[in-house]
Structure formats: C-alpha cells, structure tokens
T-cell receptor, first 111, second 113 residues
C-alpha cells in the first residue's frame, strides 16, 4: 500500500472550515484514499473514502487531485467535538482490505 | 445494531499469564481485524481474517494467536503475556469487496505488570 504524508498537527477555529492535507505520491491506480479519525482513545471512526472523484457525505468532503498524488479532507464547519487525530490511509481494495495507519494529523479545534 | 463489541474494556495481567480478548460483530461482515495501538502511535495490524476458518498474519503477529470459527466472532489469544504487549487493542470488521470501510470497536486496554 502507498505511503502517506500528513502534517503532525494543526489548529482550527471553531465554526471555520478545516482543510487537512495528505500526500500520497506513490499511489497506484486501484488504491483508495481513506480518512479516519480517532477521538481521544476511542476506536477509529470512518469518515470518508474515494478513488478518483471528489466525495462528500454528512461529515466531510474529500478532494482528490487529478493526478491522485494528494488529497484534502474538508470539515466544513469545525466544532470542538472534531478535535481528534485524523488519519489518511491509502490502500487497495484487495488483500483483505487491510489498513496501514501512519502518525496522522492531530487537529485541535479552538473556540 | 451493536456493531463491533469488544470485551473486556480493561484488564491487568501478570507476566506469563494468558488471556483471550473477545470480539464479536453483528453486521454479518466477512472480514475482521485485530490492531494494537501503543501510546502516541498509530494502529498496527496483528492478525486478520477474510472469513470463517481463514486467518492470516498482519504486521506484528508475534506473541498472539487467533481463530475464526464463526462469522461473528474473532478472539485474540495472548499465551504468555509480556510487558511489551501492554497496549490498547482494537477489533474491526468490514464487508468484503473493494473499497469497503472498516468499523472499529471501542478497544481493550491491557496492562502487563
């Protein structure tokens, strides 16, 4: 699975959009981009995933560049409850759907 | 719909003791996984299963065993507990097929003293 690079931490103002970048320059054609988050010490929570097209759900939007070498997770109106570690993961849809977690981005939403 | 349920939530073991961490899911998912997370680190895959009777090693399998006799259950066994196995253990499940997300339990916090 392709390796991802994320900034270790970032702050965001409550009510503002949070834009979380992720680089995955070695991604291959059949690999998906997934985003999970982990609030405090809870189990990781699935947010969104995509292959080529931009995706949006009730939690967030995922913007994938045309060359697929990077992506951005957008939380449209960050709240204090969005404070968490966010993981960007790239994996193929085969081989047991395994996930490889990196260090993630620690997001702190401030009032 | 309970999702993925892990028991116990907390446990303290003595060095050399054994125990089984339980994981069950009620979503009829074929795929199940065990991860460990050490303080300040990301999750690492221990074992996974793509269906009843089928298991395979992940990134850090040493010191652990698994079995998958039913679709619902995927227990993780520690035979001879060591301090290095002090960690938080997460179980997850997903549907088979490309692109399916994993759903995680709330974790078991295990300390080996």
């Amino acid at each position: 699975d392709a390796k991802t690079t994320q900034p270790p931490s970032m702050d965001c103002a409550e009510g503002r959009a949070a834009n979380l970048p992720c680089n995955h320059s070695t991604i291959s054609g059949n690999e998906y981009v997934y985003w999970y988050r982990q609030i405090h010490s809870q189990g990781p929570q699935y947010i969104i995933h995509g292959l080529k097209n931009n995706e949006t759900n009730e939690m967030a939007s995922l913007i994938i560049t045309e060359d697929r070498k990077s992506s951005t997770l957008i939380l449209p109106h960050a709240t204090l409850r969005d404070t968490a570690v966010y993981y960007c993961i790239v994996r193929s849809g085969t081989a047991g759907n395994k996930l490889t977690f990196g260090g993630g981005t620690r997001v702190l939403v401030k009032p | 719909n309970a999702g993925v349920t892990q028991t116990p939530k907390f446990r303290i073991l003595k060095i050399g003791q054994s125990m089984t961490l339980q994981c069950t899911q009620d979503m009829n998912h074929n795929y199940m996984y065990w991860y460990r997370q050490d303080p300040g680190m990301g999750l690492k895959l221990i074992y996974y299963s793509v269906g009843a009777g089928i298991t395979d090693k992940g990134e850090v399998p040493n010191g652990y065993n698994v079995s998958r006799s039913t679709t619902e259950d995927f227990p993780l066994r520690l035979e001879l507990a060591a301090p290095s196995q002090t960690s938080v253990y997460f179980c997850a499940s997903s549907m088979s097929g490309g692109g399916q997300p994993q759903h995680f339990g709330d974790g078991t916090r295990l300390s080996i003293l």
